[in-house]
């Protein structure tokens, strides 16, 4: 059984919309983890946090907010969507020991 | 900004023969080296790490070479498989996992 599991897995979204994307994590890993994947720039590190009530910026936090409001689930924030934030989506669980453990990736497209 | 740079970008190679992708780092404070791969349309997963103690690490046909000096890294895939064509990311860690761009390497039958 998937133990990182996002939703929705497929998401279209318009300029200036407010998306939210979900992660929940069944590994009761304290860390967890936003990335976006684009072409040529592999994984890119948004938001990630240490335990509930906690969150953290990334390398490119702008645009983006995170929620973490138990152990087990994580969101992602787009508060005013752009063109530029269409991407494949991944949220992770770390066990502490460098081990990133994915979920299966949330495609967004803003038109 | 810390940075990990991967190359090539894409790699062809025939079965049986050794897939050699390279990954470089800036950061003396980096003291993990994993390797993830992720197969198409599905999400990356631990292939095999090091830690700057070695300067090799074996799994099977999956081979790490590092040298500390040179800040370079390298993953050696011996007998390449058809099974084994996929994106290939190399990372580094300090207090972050930093990810390399990517390498999609293609096995030939």
């Known amino acids: 059984e998937a133990a990182v599991t996002q939703s929705p897995r497929n998401k279209v979204a318009v300029t200036g919309g407010k998306v939210t994307l979900s992660c929940n994590q069944t590994n009761n890993h304290n860390n967890m983890y936003w990335y976006r994947q684009d072409t040529g720039h592999g994984l890119r590190l948004i938001h990630y ?48 020991q460098n081990t990133l453990y994915f979920g299966a990736g949330t495609r967004l497209s803003v038109l | 900004q810390q940075q990990v740079r991967q190359s090539p970008q894409s790699l062809t190679v025939w079965e049986g023969e050794t897939a ?56 050696h895939i011996a007998d390449s498989q058809p099974g084994d064509s996929a994106t290939y990311f190399c990372a580094a860690e300090s207090w972050q996992l930093i990810f390399g761009s990517g390498t999609q390497l293609t096995v030939m039958p």
């Open chain 2, 20 to 75: 050699i992708l390279n990954c470089s780092y800036e950061d003396s404070t980096f003291d993990y080296f994993p390797w993830y791969h992720q197969f198409p349309g599905e999400s990356p997963a631990l292939l095999i790490a090091i830690r700057p103690v070695s300067n090799k690490k074996e799994d099977g046909r999956f081979t790490i070479f590092f040298n500390k000096r040179e800040k370079k890294f390298s993953l």
């Open chain 1, 49 to 96: 946090s240490y335990g509930a009530g906690s969150t953290e910026k990334g390398d490119i936090p702008d645009g983006y907010k995170a929620s973490r409001p138990s152990q087990e689930n994580f969101s992602l924030i787009l508060e005013l969507a752009t063109p530029s934030q269409t991407s494949v989506y991944f949220c992770a669980s770390g066990d502490g």
